[in-house]
T-cell receptor
């Protein structure tokens, strides 16, 4: 099973709202990732958690706040977003002893900021 | 500089018309090359990981091959349901950070 789940599928929020995106995997992967994807562009890395610790922050604005409560869960807290933050947000997981680099993506959350 | 380039940017095929997509990379210490398929509005679906030159992997109508400088995704007798954007990616030539460098993708349209 290589399934990564994400909720919600769609989210519409105003610039003053606070919302959270959720991601879950049960494959025992040691790393989890948040990506942002704009139309007709490849995914753009935002954050990497390795063994539940934040290992990479790609200079993401503080209005995006990641959280990794345990090895299976990853959250992305959103606050005071801008319309240009509207995008497809993808979660991925990966990293096993036999396959350290392959990443498996979830279905994404389509975020619209009004 | 680590770089991944995919060509063509877009490809239109008739059903049954075989073709190949190209992914060239400049990472010197390749730790793996990954192919994904992405349908509009959905997350990338993992297809293949290739680790060394000469390696080949197949799945249904798709076959991925790897040389020291590029990878090809061969599509044999494609069907309309193969229409999607195909992305390739490699880890950068640095310590194991979990990053991937993606190409810009090839958007494939297969007409019946």
């Amino acid at each position: 099973d290589t399934e990564v789940t994400q909720t919600p599928k769609h989210l519409v929020m105003g610039m003053t709202n606070k919302k959270s995106l959720k991601c879950e995997q049960h494959m025992g992967h040691r790393a989890m990732y948040w990506y942002k994807q704009k139309a007709k562009k490849p995914p753009e890395l935002m954050f990497v958690y390795s063994y539940e610790k934040l290992s990479i922050n790609e200079s993401v604005p503080s209005r995006f706040s990641p959280e990794c409560p345990n090895s299976s869960l990853l959250n992305l807290h959103l606050h005071a977003l801008q319309p240009e933050d509207s995008a497809l947000y993808l979660c991925a997981s990966g990293g096993t002893s036999g396959d350290p680099d392959t990443q498996y993506f979830g279905p994404g959350t389509r975020l619209t900021v009004l | 500089e680590d770089q991944v380039t995919q060509s063509p940017e877009a490809l239109r095929l008739q059903e049954g018309e075989s073709s190949s997509l190209n992914c060239s990379y400049t990472v010197s210490g390749l730790r793996g090359l990954f192919w994904y398929r992405q349908d509009p509005g959905k997350g990338p679906e993992f297809l293949f990981t290739l680790y060394s030159a000469g390696e080949e992997k197949e799945k249904e109508r798709l076959k991925a091959t790897l040389t020291k400088k590029e990878s090809f995704l061969h599509i044999t007798a494609p069907k309309p349901e193969d229409s999607a954007t195909y992305l390739c990616a490699v880890p950068p030539d640095s310590s194991n950070t979990g990053k991937l460098i993606f190409g810009q993708g090839t958007t494939l349209q297969v007409k019946p």
